[in-house]
């Protein structure tokens, strides 16, 4: 059973950085492409980084040369390093993957940042 375990939101200033982590079970990271996504209130949810099985990262528009995803395969977790946080980088953080024909989520973390 596939299960992603997000942690590490929180409530932080404009400019800040916070790191998110998604410890995996049931999957192997390095062998899967992870993802990290979120939905603002009133919005729809949007792929914020993904990684690949060999390590390619792909951002949006929105977050690239702010947020770097990353992973360590020994303790089978993928994080989102988030710098100079905006107050439009608020909402829920949820780390996703896909095995087979299966979409999996995370519960999501909620990231609030205040201007």
């Known amino acids: 059973q596939v299960q992603l375990m997000e942690s590490g939101g929180g409530l932080v200033q404009a400019g800040e950085s916070l790191r998110l982590s998604c410890a995996a079970s049931?999957?192997?990271?390095?062998?899967?492409?992870m993802a990290w996504y979120r939905q603002a209130p009133r919005k729809e949810r949007e792929l914020v980084a993904g990684?690949?099985?060999?390590?390619?990262?792909n951002y949006a528009d929105s977050v690239k040369g702010r947020f770097t995803i990353s992973k360590d395969n020994a303790k089978n977790t993928v994080y989102l390093q988030m710098n100079s946080l905006k107050s439009e980088d608020t909402g829920v953080y949820y780390c996703?993957?896909?095995?087979?024909?299966?979409?999996?989520w995370g519960q999501g973390t909620q990231v609030t940042v205040s201007s």
């Open positions: 996703n993957t896909k095995w087979g024909l299966a979409n999996y």
């Open positions: 049931g999957i192997i990271v390095g062998f899967n492409t």
């Open positions: 990684i690949t099985s060999g390590g390619s990262a």
